[in-house]
């Protein structure tokens, strides 16, 4: 029998019901699940992304999550540099990547080294891109409040 090494990656920053959906979604297909968590250095490089929780802390909260078997820290921008490191058999992904070119290439690239993609649904009411947003419009108004007081 083979055993199903599951990935799941995100920056997990805000973390909110979606990434535990994936999470659990990623654990109900597969024996081992590893959750990677993209380092504040990679989110900035490739998403120009700033993270509000530390990588530490992020990991920390994801290894915390009983779904999760083990945490990996990404600190490379390509996932096949990763699956090198971690050597998993399945990639888990919510399905807005599904039929993109990003979306697309991974399948491809994956395929040469026998790793399945999987998609989950994506949880489009919460995300934390929502959630970045709302921060900023708080924290405006906020620093609006104290100017317009002083």
Same mark, same amino acid.
């Given at each position: 029998?083979?055993?199903?090494?599951?990935?799941?990656?995100?920056?997990?920053?805000?973390?909110?019901?979606?990434?535990?959906?994936?999470?659990?979604?990623?654990?109900?297909?597969?024996?081992?699940?590893?959750?990677?968590?993209?380092?504040?250095?990679?989110?900035?490089?490739?998403?120009?992304?700033?993270?509000?929780?530390?990588?530490?802390?992020?990991?920390?909260?994801? *290894?915390?999550? +009983?779904?999760?078997?083990? #945490?990996?820290? %990404?600190? !490379?921008?390509?996932?096949?540099? @990763?699956?090198?490191?971690?050597?998993?058999?399945?990639?888990?992904?919510?399905?807005?990547?599904?039929?993109?070119?990003?979306?697309? *290439?991974?399948? +491809?690239?994956?395929?040469? #080294?026998?790793? %399945?993609? !999987?998609?989950?649904?994506?949880? @489009?009411?919460?995300?934390?891109?929502?959630?970045?947003?709302?921060?900023?419009?708080?924290?405006?108004?906020?620093?609006?409040?104290?100017?317009?007081?002083?």
């Amino acid at each position: 029998m083979t055993v199903r090494i599951g990935y799941a990656a995100g920056a997990f920053d805000l973390f909110h019901v979606g990434h535990l959906n994936i999470l659990r979604h990623a654990r109900d297909n597969c024996d081992l699940l590893i959750a990677g968590v993209v380092s504040d250095e990679m989110l900035h490089q490739v998403k120009g992304v700033d993270p509000f929780i530390p990588t530490s802390e992020r990991a920390d909260i994801v *290894r915390g999550i +009983r779904f999760v078997d083990h #945490v990996h820290i %990404e600190t !490379v921008p390509n996932k096949l540099d @990763v699956w090198r490191q971690v050597g998993f058999t399945h990639f888990f992904k919510g399905d807005d990547w599904r039929g993109t070119e990003k979306g697309d *290439r991974l399948e +491809r690239e994956f395929a040469k #080294v026998g790793v %399945e993609v !999987v998609y989950f649904p994506y949880t @489009v009411h919460t995300s934390s891109t929502q959630l970045r947003r709302a921060l900023e419009v708080a924290s405006s108004d906020r620093e609006l409040v104290r100017s317009e007081s002083a």
